[in-house]
């Protein structure tokens, strides 16, 4: 369950980073790519929430040191 849920972490990390690129391209004279920008934003929160949700439901098993 730990490598799940930092494996949803990171591709909150990386959804975000989607959406800071798809802005990012207006820096370069090209026009905004909302389809990154809306996509990153939306998976970033849904990988970021559910990894908030699984840690809060088994957040004993993180701190127990008989593993």
Do not use: E, H, Q
């Amino acid at each position: 369950m730990r490598l799940f849920i930092t494996t949803l972490s990171l591709l909150c990390v990386i959804s975000f980073g989607y959406a800071l690129a798809g802005y990012g391209t207006s820096l370069f004279g090209n026009p905004v790519r909302l389809d990154y920008v809306i996509g990153g934003l939306i998976a970033g929160f849904v990988f970021g929430g559910l990894a908030m949700i699984l840690w809060y439901w088994k957040r004993k098993d993180f701190f127990d040191d008989n593993v």
